[in-house]
């Protein structure tokens, strides 16, 4: 595709509910990263996939966050039981192979997550 | 572990005007460096990076930083503002084998 997508743009859910935010990266691009934006804060690191390797998990919050990623296409992020604080944007991003750490990582639009 | 600090959270400035948004990182490899651009309601987008060679580094929209490996920074600047540079500018890094790790955010807000 001509950029990253993501949907929904907006989610108003209530809390204890499940979401599933999704995530359509550039063809091609191998690397994947979640990101989380608080109101008025800084990008916080949540999640990378990289081709076939085991994902770096290690910025996911709590359990109730996952995240999965067919092949090197279309990622899906889980939040199970939603509450408050799970309120923010939330930004996916990838970059092309072999997603080395200088390779620019080019970002979507977000979804703004709201639980009531 | 890196971390990369963006000690203004927002920058009033006057159209026209010179600007300067501050970064300092701590790293212990080598680093790559980046500044992001995120206009409201809007995706980053990347304005400028720094990967090796010349510490000046030029960007999109007439932006530019310099890397200080002394002082661990990489300061945004930009010459003359126009009310379209309005924005959040986060400063990013990373390094061989490492995430992106990016800073807090400052908000530039450019006044008529």
């Known amino acids: 595709g001509a950029g990253v997508s993501q949907s929904p743009s907006n989610k108003v859910t209530e809390k204890g509910k499940d979401v599933e935010l999704r995530c359509d990266p550039i063809?091609?691009?191998?690397?994947l990263y979640w990101y989380r934006q608080r109101l008025g804060q800084g990008l916080e690191f949540l999640i990378y996939f990289q081709g076939n390797s085991a994902p770096d998990k290690s910025g996911l919050p709590s359990d109730r966050f996952s995240a999965e990623r067919t092949g090197e296409s279309v990622s899906t992020l889980t939040i199970q039981r939603t509450q408050q604080e799970d309120s923010a944007v939330y930004l996916c991003a990838s970059s092309q192979s072999p997603g080395l750490s200088y390779n620019e990582q080019f970002f979507g639009p977000g979804t703004r997550l709201t639980v009531l | 572990a890196q971390s990369v600090t963006q000690l203004d959270s927002q920058v009033p400035v006057f159209e026209e005007a010179p600007v300067e948004l501050r970064c300092n990182y701590s790293?212990?490899?080598?680093?790559?460096l980046f500044w992001y651009v995120q206009y409201p309601n809007q995706g980053l987008q990347l304005l400028l990076k720094y990967l090796s060679g010349s510490t000046l580094v030029k960007g999109i929209n007439g932006f530019e930083a310099e890397f200080n490996k002394s002082q661990t920074s990489f300061h945004l600047r930009k010459p003359s503002v126009h009310i379209s540079d309005t924005a959040e500018y986060f400063c990013?890094?990373?390094?061989?084998?490492?995430?992106?790790?990016f800073g807090p955010g400052t908000r530039l807000s450019v006044l008529p």
């Open positions: 990013a890094v990373s390094g061989e084998g490492q995430n992106f790790v």
């Open positions: 063809s091609g691009h191998t690397a």
């Open positions: 790293s212990s490899v080598s680093v790559y």
